[in-house]
């Protein structure tokens, strides 16, 4: 388990941990984050933004945030493929 440890202390005592096996586990729950405020620069408000789907690419799905209110822009992403898609 080479790599860096940790330390923090609890009750008067240290602990010891490996960061190498927390920064893994963390890593899949901050891939799947989804917003759920953004800014939308036509409103000046924080929305809850709905999600459309843009465009199909090659690495993945670009989405686009879009205003509920205004229905403008307020971001986009784009979800990589972890299938691996065939293109015809």
């Known amino acids: 388990m080479g790599g860096e440890?940790?330390?923090a202390s609890a009750g008067g005592g240290l602990l010891f941990f490996p960061v190498t096996i927390m920064k893994e586990?963390?890593?899949?729950?901050?891939?799947r984050m989804e917003a759920t405020l953004l800014a939308c620069p036509k409103c000046k408000t924080?929305?809850?933004?709905?999600?459309?789907?843009?465009?199909?690419?090659?690495e993945g799905?670009?989405?686009?945030?879009?205003?509920?209110r205004c229905g403008s822009t307020c971001?986009?992403?784009?979800?990589?493929?972890t299938e691996g898609r065939r293109l015809m």
């Open 61 to 68: 799905d670009k989405y686009e945030y879009v205003c509920p």
């Open 25 to 31: 586990q963390r890593r899949p729950a901050f891939e």
């Open 75 to 81: 971001g986009d992403t784009v979800e990589k493929d």
């Open 46 to 58: 924080a929305v809850q933004p709905r999600k459309r789907l843009l465009l199909i690419l090659p």
């Open 5 to 7: 440890a940790g330390v």
